[in-house]
């Protein structure tokens, strides 16, 4: 049965989805292009027909997930973003959450057209937030631009701290709950 060309670009989109879910819950070297397509309902085969090596595909669905931040960090004012973000709930569920938290280690080792889909979606995000911390004419643009990349930084380590710790572990509620409150002064 032939697919249509609406029907491809579902299916490319679904695929997209899945992989960027599952990149984040695994790591890039933890998603094999099988196990992919089968997370997605596909065949194996079917892969080359969407995209032309993983790495496209890491691309694109490092994207998507940044993208989604980004449509998520719209209308969301700091104290709102940091009390979710360093949460329990964020840090139990990398395939649900951030994409730079749970990437960003594995995007450092990858070629540029990951790294420059992060660069693109790290700019969306600090955009994103920009544009509520907007209206404060004390602080100049530079200043508050700074005040975000720290906010945002900041937060990542936080994660990524707690999720290197044991599920279970005391240190790991300590450090979002220190630097939640640190940030938040």
């Given at each position: ?10 299916n ?10 599952l ?10 292009v099988?196990?992919l397509?089968s ?33 998520q ?50 700019e ?13 004419n ?47 002064i």
């Open positions: 049965m032939r697919v249509t060309k609406m029907q491809a670009q579902e490319r989109a679904h695929i997209v989805k899945t992989a960027s879910r990149f984040r819950e695994r790591g890039y070297d933890g998603v094999g099988a196990d397509m997370a997605a309902g596909f065949t194996h085969g079917g892969f080359y027909k969407h995209f032309k090596s993983k790495a496209d595909l890491m691309a694109v669905a490092a994207t998507c997930g940044l993208s989604h931040s980004s449509e960090a719209q209308g969301v004012g700091i104290p709102e973003f940091v009390n979710h973000y360093l949460s329990r709930a964020h840090r139990d569920n990398p395939g649900q959450g951030c994409t730079v938290a749970a990437l960003g280690g594995d995007a450092a080792r990858q070629e540029a057209p990951i790294k420059a889909a992060f660069e693109e979606g790290i969306q995000l600090l955009a994103s937030f920009a544009e509520e911390e907007e209206g404060d004390a602080i100049d643009e530079r200043a508050r631009r700074a005040k975000l990349i720290s906010t945002f930084a900041h937060s990542i380590g936080a994660i990524v701290l707690s999720r290197a710790c044991p599920d279970d572990s005391l240190l790991a509620d300590e450090i979002l709950e220190v630097c939640r409150a640190e940030i938040l």
